[in-house]
């Protein structure tokens, strides 16, 4: 057994993006059975050309986490695919920047929607489960805008906000029965989520000279701090926002 005992360990990633994927092969290259759910099947299809997932046999769920039943159908069919589930990363989410004043309720509601509602819907199915097998890790993905007033953030940061303050909850209802939950929240990382806004002019130099450690994040830079929350070194770790972000938050 390795020091992180994941070996076994049957592990559901919500979100087949930079940083689901880099979970998904940290996880199976640390001995975990891993299934990942994605609403776009070509994202979750790519995975198997993964150089850390290609040995794996992951399991592909496609499902819109922006519907409740959904949420519940791809916790229950981890289970099913997996024989139970003690390990849930949720990794879906989106951004769009603009002005509170110019933001419509449209993209209000579906930001909330996919960063909070989801992480609301699968937490508590797999809460329900893990409760009852009497252990479980939970790891969500917040972000430095949780913390900080970023402009032009306002929902996302909201669901942010919202998200730490549901992980405390969750781990302070589940402490006594085994299940942690955690979150990491990185800072700017090399994904498609932020490709587009890192590609506008002096948008990369200015993101960067914000962070202490000189470089944007990487993919694989959340990876070590998703393993640990994951695993059972984290047994007396619960209710933690980890940044994960260069000391960006630092400044
Ligand atoms: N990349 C960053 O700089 C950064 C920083 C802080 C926090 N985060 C957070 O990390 C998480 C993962 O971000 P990422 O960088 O991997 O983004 P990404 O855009 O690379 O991946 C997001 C994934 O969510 C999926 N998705 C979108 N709508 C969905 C839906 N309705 N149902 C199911 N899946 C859906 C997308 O298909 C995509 O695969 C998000 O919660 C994000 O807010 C990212």
Known sequence: MGWLGLEGSRALVLGAGG???ACAGGLAEAGARVAVADVDGARLEALKGDPGLAE????????DLTRPQACE??????????????VLVHAVGMNDRRPVVDTPDELWERILTLNLSSAFWTGRAAGRRMRAAGRGRMVFFS???SLLAHRHHGPYAASKGGLDQLVKVMAREWAADGVNV??????????ELTREYLARPGMREEMTGLVPAGRLGLPDDVVGAVL?????????VTGQILYVDGGRTLV
């Open 56 to 63: 794996a046999d992951v399991r592909l769920l496609v499902a």
């Open 228 to 236: 640990f929350l994951a695993s059972r070194r984290a047994a007396y």
């Open 143 to 145: 972000s430095v805008s």
């Open 182 to 191: 955690n979150a990491v929240a990185p800072g700017y990382t090399e994904t």
């Open 73 to 86: 159908d791809t916790v229950a069919g981890a289970v099913d695919e997996l024989g139970g589930l003690d």
């Open 19 to 21: 940083l689901g994927a």
